[in-house]
């Protein structure tokens, strides 16, 4: 299948969000959310910190790949804005990943400014990093939404579609809960890390421990649940639609969802080292545009049913 020039610059745009949202997560784990001090756009009260500390150095160059994807996703909406017409869905998926790149943006300088970085153990920091969190599972599927338009150039209609339509909400719905209970977890292992499991364990069930900690043994529940669901619903799909580009990316959902849950296991029996928190983080995107793709490629119009094999490039190069 030959892409478009733009469906190729959209798959690149998603890609390097995703690398920033992983560099993201490293500057949580390792503590350098303070970096640049409660200070934002500036870096501790300058455009460019002169003598920077390590950590000054990870949260400025997190700012940085940041702006970047920003100006990235800026290109992408104003290029889709002048070659698309009014009503394709390349158009409304750059107009909404322009949306929710902001308030990506708008979040994160939340959360430098009301200091709930580095050591901050308050739970109004977990609730800003949950609403981070599906902020940016949002914006992940808009960019995702993009590039499959880009790519097959086709629509997706959601009415009369039956259950169908049911089972791929709920499904889209826990994995952000699960995602959420994911960040909470991982914030919980960051501030008070155990050197054993026998040492975690013991953590997350005594009475006098911090909410964060007790609240690192809902995840592992939630993911079984969650993951029962999604291969039910990868099977469902499947099933309803018979189309072999839907068979394939279901079946890449399932083969995703089991390579997460062994993450997950080595995770905890690793006492959640940060090499690993970015290899589990950097599964859950994936396993959330496999998701996404899902749901597209289920909900395609009939005459687009094997768009993702051999389509029309999308836009004109």
């Known amino acids: 299948m030959k892409l478009s020039r ?7 745009v998603l890609a390097v969000n995703l690398l920033v949202i992983v560099w993201g997560a490293y500057v949580r784990a390792s503590g350098s959310g303070a970096g640049c001090g409660s200070h934002w756009p500036l870096c501790n009260g300058e455009v460019i910190p002169q003598s920077p500390t390590i950590k000054t150095l ?3 160059s997190h700012r940085l790949t940041s702006g970047v994807a920003l100006l990235l996703v800026v290109g992408l909406f104003i290029w889709a804005w002048r070659t698309f017409a009014r009503g394709r869905h390349e158009r ?10 902001l308030t990506e943006a708008l979040v994160g300088a939340g959360l430098v400014l009301l ?6 153990k308050s739970m109004w920091r977990a609730v800003w990093m949950s609403g981070h969190l599906i902020n940016t599972f949002v914006l992940v599927a808009m960019l995702t939404f993009t590039a499959w ?22 499904a889209l719905l826990a994995t952000l809960l699960l995602g959420v209970s994911g960040a909470v977890s991982a914030l919980g292992a960051t501030l008070f890390p155990a050197t054993s499991l026998a040492e ?6 005594s009475p006098l421990a911090h909410q964060l900690t007790r609240l690192r043994i809902i995840h592992p529940a939630i993911s079984l649940v969650v ?3 999604l291969i039910y619903t990868a099977r469902a799909v499947s099933a309803w639609r018979q189309n072999p580009v ?16 062994v993450a997950g296991v080595v995770n905890l029996l690793l006492h959640a080292p940060i090499w690993l928190q970015l290899v589990h983080l950097l599964l859950s995107d994936l396993l959330w545009i496999a998701l996404v793709l899902l749901a597209l490629s289920a909900l395609a119009l009939p005459v687009n049913e094997n768009a993702l094999d051999a389509a029309e490039p999308a836009a004109a190069a």
């Open 6 to 12: 733009f469906a190729k610059y959209a798959w690149f």
């Open 58 to 60: 990870v949260e400025f």
């Open 246 to 261: 839907t068979k394939q990316i279901a079946q890449g959902v399932v083969t995703l969802i089991g390579v997460q849950l």
């Open 149 to 170: 338009a880009a790519t097959t150039g086709a629509r997706v209609q959601w009415r009369e579609r039956g259950p169908v339509v049911k089972v791929l909400l709920t």
């Open 92 to 101: 409304l998926g750059a107009l909404l990943t322009l949306v929710f790149m």
């Open 200 to 205: 975690g364990l013991q953590q997350d069930f």
């Open 115 to 120: 200091e709930y970085v580095a050591e901050n």
């Open 227 to 229: 993951s029962a669901l």
